[in-house]
């Protein structure tokens, strides 16, 4: 089953970080994010990524096109027509990546359109965004939109709360603090999906550039083609400089909930 993964975005937010890389190359430890994203993606059995590129693609190209060099130590022999010795043992990923340029000012709906002839045959594929990770069980979710037939399943998930949460007695007198609680009201989507290929009926090129988050998933959740599968577990976008401190500290600190053998 293939994995199309958004790839587009400027994250114009996360100033100081992002001037001169593409979104999903804003690095979490010394892997971009969307390194990451992949591979939770891989570590569930699912090594077959087409990436929706767009904003200053070459250097999500440039990344895997080297990705040994960046990765591993080597030794350049330029006497001996510049031959690589590479030294110990370099994460090695059994990745299958197609690049797909879908263009710079391009949305999401027009973008997972454009790819509609990299799904091949298959009849059920995963999307997601460039920017996300979570420690969603994705054998869990495929799991789940296996069971009901519909044409999209997304993974709704409770976001970080913006705001420290207080508890207090009918004096006022504060009981508990929570500083950035996870959010216990409703849920939003987490940005990992299951679809159907028919998913791409509901995309048309006639309809101009389409934001996939607007009519396309309202039609889709109007038709009744859409369940929700709940995740409570860890989920984090990359949104601002705060996230962006945020996932590295985690990274840093030998506890990123989001890699299997963290």
């Not at 709906?109 to 994705?138: A, C, P």
């Not at 993974?155 to 508890?167: A, K, Q």
Request: negative net charge; glycine residues 12%.
């Amino acid at each position: 089953m293939k994995v199309v993964i958004l790839c587009g975005g400027k994250g114009t937010r996360i100033r100081g970080v992002s001037d001169d890389l593409p979104k999903p190359m804003i690095p979490v430890g010394p892997y971009p994010i969307l390194w990451h994203i992949m591979q939770g993606y891989a570590s569930s059995g699912h090594r077959d990524f087409v990436l929706c590129l767009g904003y200053k693609s070459g250097a999500i190209k440039d990344f895997f096109l080297n990705y040994r060099t960046r990765v591993a130590d080597f030794t350049i022999d330029f006497s001996n027509d510049r031959m690589l010795d590479f030294h110990g043992i370099a994460d090695h990923i059994d990745w299958r990546i197609t690049m797909a340029e879908t263009g710079e000012e391009t949305q999401t709906g027009s973008r997972v359109k454009l790819i509609e002839k990299y799904i091949g045959d298959d009849e059920t594929f995963m999307l997601t965004y460039g920017d996300g990770v979570s420690d969603v069980d994705i054998g869990a979710l495929v799991a789940f939109h296996k069971t009901h037939g519909k044409l999209m399943t997304v993974c709704g998930v409770r976001p970080p709360g913006r705001f420290g949460e207080m508890e207090h007695d009918e004096t006022g007198a504060v009981v508990e603090f929570n500083e950035k609680p996870q959010a216990t009201g409703g849920r939003i989507s987490g940005g990992f999906f299951v679809c159907q290929r028919r998913v791409f009926e509901y995309l048309s090129p006639e309809a101009g550039n389409q934001i996939l988050e607007t009519e396309p998933m309202r039609q889709l959740a109007a038709d009744g083609e859409m369940m929700m599968y709940k995740h409570d577990g860890f989920w984090q976008c990359m949104d601002t400089f705060r996230d962006f401190s945020l996932l590295n500290e985690l990274y840093d600190s030998g506890k990123a909930p989001w890699l299997p053998l963290s």
